[in-house]
C-alpha cells in the first residue's frame, strides 16, 4: 500500500467513525434466550454477563469455532465511553478439563485476553445481526491479536492501547468503526506505558543475553584456532 491509499484509507476511517451513532452503552444483562448457536450466561468467573457465539461455518485455518465474550465492566477514555472485555476462542471438540466451578468445558475457552471495545449491551441481545458483527467480525482473533500486538508498540500509525473499536451503524447499515481518540487514550495510559516499558527492558536483556552468549562462542573460535596454529 503506497502513502497515497494509506492517507486515503486513514481519511475514510476517520470519517467513518465520526459519522455513526453516538454510542451508549447498556448493562441490562437480564437475558437468558439460548439460540443454536449463541449463549447469554452469567459467568462463573465474577457473575459478569457473558456471550458464546458457535461458528457452524468457521474457516477451518482459524482453529476456533467459538468465540466467548465477557463483558466487565464501563470506563471512560478519550471522553467516551467503553466496556472493559474478556475474549477468549475454543472448540466444541476441544478436549474438555473441569474447572474450579466443576464445570467441564475447554481449556482456551478460560484462555482470556483482554480488551476494550464499544458495544450496545441491549442490542447484543436483541439483534443477531448485530451480535453477529461483534462476535465474528469485531472480535476475530486475527484482528484483535493485531490491535493488542499494536497496542505494545511505542510507535504505531494507530494508537490502540486495548482498544479495538466498536460495531454501530451508518446509513442504516452495521459496520465496525475506530475512535482516534479512545485509541489515543488507551494507548498512553499509564497502565500501557508501564507495560511498554517492562516489555522494552526485557527485549534489551534478552538481546544482550544473545550478544553476550555470541562473544563467547567469538572467544571459544579465537582460542580454537589459535590452538590449530600451535601459538
Given at each position: 500500500m503506497g502513502f497515497l491509499d494509506k492517507f486515503k484509507k486513514e481519511k475514510n476511517n476517520n470519517l467513518h467513525s465520526n459519522t455513526l451513532q453516538q454510542y451508549v452503552p447498556n448493562l441490562d444483562y437480564t437475558s437468558t434466550n439460548v439460540e443454536s448457536n449463541i449463549?447469554?450466561?452469567?459467568?462463573?468467573?465474577?457473575?459478569?454477563?457473558?456471550?458464546?457465539?458457535?461458528?457452524?461455518n468457521a474457516e477451518f485455518d482459524q482453529f476456533y469455532d467459538t468465540t466467548r465474550l465477557v463483558i466487565k465492566n464501563t470506563t471512560t477514555l478519550g471522553g467516551q465511553q467503553v466496556l472493559s472485555c474478556d475474549v477468549s476462542w475454543y472448540s466444541r471438540d476441544d478436549?474438555?478439563?473441569?474447572?474450579?466451578?466443576?464445570?467441564w468445558e475447554s481449556r482456551r475457552a478460560n484462555d482470556y485476553s483482554q480488551v476494550l471495545a464499544q458495544i450496545d449491551v441491549?442490542?447484543?441481545?436483541?439483534?443477531?445481526?448485530?451480535?453477529?458483527?461483534?462476535?465474528?467480525?469485531?472480535?476475530n482473533q486475527k484482528r484483535v491479536e493485531k490491535y493488542l500486538e499494536k497496542g505494545l508498540q511505542e510507535h504505531t500509525e494507530r494508537p490502540c492501547g486495548e482498544y479495538i473499536g466498536g460495531v454501530g451503524e451508518r446509513n442504516g447499515k452495521l459496520s465496525k468503526f475506530f475512535s482516534e481518540k479512545v485509541g489515543i487514550a488507551?494507548?498512553?495510559?499509564?497502565?500501557?506505558?508501564?507495560?511498554?516499558?517492562v516489555l522494552k527492558?526485557?527485549?534489551?536483556?534478552?538481546?544482550?543475553?544473545?550478544?553476550?552468549?555470541?562473544?563467547?562462542q567469538i572467544e571459544n573460535l579465537k582460542r580454537e584456532n589459535e590452538n590449530l596454529e600451535g601459538r
Open positions: 449463549n447469554y450466561s452469567t459467568s462463573k468467573r465474577g457473575g459478569n454477563f457473558q456471550v458464546d457465539y458457535y461458528d457452524e478436549c474438555q478439563i473441569k474447572n474450579e466451578a466443576g464445570i441491549r442490542r447484543l441481545q436483541t439483534d443477531r445481526n448485530y451480535c453477529t458483527m461483534v462476535m465474528k467480525g469485531l472480535l488507551a494507548h498512553y495510559a499509564p497502565y500501557m506505558a508501564n507495560r511498554r516499558n527492558t526485557q527485549q534489551i536483556s534478552e538481546n544482550q543475553r544473545k550478544i553476550d552468549n555470541y562473544n563467547k
